[in-house]
């Protein structure tokens, strides 16, 4: 019954990930561990790029790590240690941006672009379709068609 148990236990431990943080690294009060841990969590490796600083062996990510926690010690507040990261290593630092003018102008410009080229093809479109073609007809192919149009009766 003890292997069963065993098993068991590696099955639904065996999915987590592993995460980077080593013990001397971690504070000695829960709360603020916790709080480190989150804040690890929301800011992004930038050697990684694609991992959280929490998950990221890298020695940059480390020294981060290590600089949240001691921001934590010194008592600012989660705002104000991610401000301090992102004043100095710039919103990519951040794994979801905070809204602002430029994200709002990242994220919108492709819609603008998309809204102008319908627009732009709209009134290319209707230009097009109001503009007569072809040329106008000399006197000797106005009496041909009206012949066509208008044969003479039997």
């Known amino acids: 019954m003890s292997g069963r148990l065993v098993q068991v236990f590696l099955t639904t431990v065996s999915p987590l990930p592993a995460l ?3 013990p001397d690294e971690m504070l000695s009060h829960p709360a603020m561990e916790s709080r480190a841990r ?8 930038m050697v990684c790029q694609n991992q959280s600083i929490d998950d990221s062996n890298a020695e940059l990510a480390r020294d981060l790590r290590l600089l949240v ?7 600012e507040s989660d705002e104000q240690v991610l401000n301090y990261i ?19 102008t990242l994220w919108g410009s492709p819609l ?10 709209l009134v290319f479109s209707r230009r097009s379709a109001r503009r007569p073609t072809g040329t106008c007809l000399n006197s000797e192919e106005e009496r041909k068609l009206q012949k066509l149009l208008n044969p003479p009766l039997l």
Do not use: Q, W
Not at 38 to 45: F, H, K, N, Y
Not at 91 to 97: C, D, G, M, N, Q
Not at 112 to 121: D, E, R
């Open 20 to 22: 980077a943080v080593n």
């Open 38 to 45: 989150t804040l690890s969590g929301e800011l992004r490796c």
């Open 69 to 75: 926690r001691d921001r934590l010690k010194n008592g």
């Open 86 to 104: 992102v004043s100095r290593y710039g919103e990519f630092v951040l794994l979801k941006p905070r809204f602002s003018v430029r994200t709002m």
């Open 112 to 121: 603008v672009l998309i809204l102008a080229g319908g627009i732009s093809l």
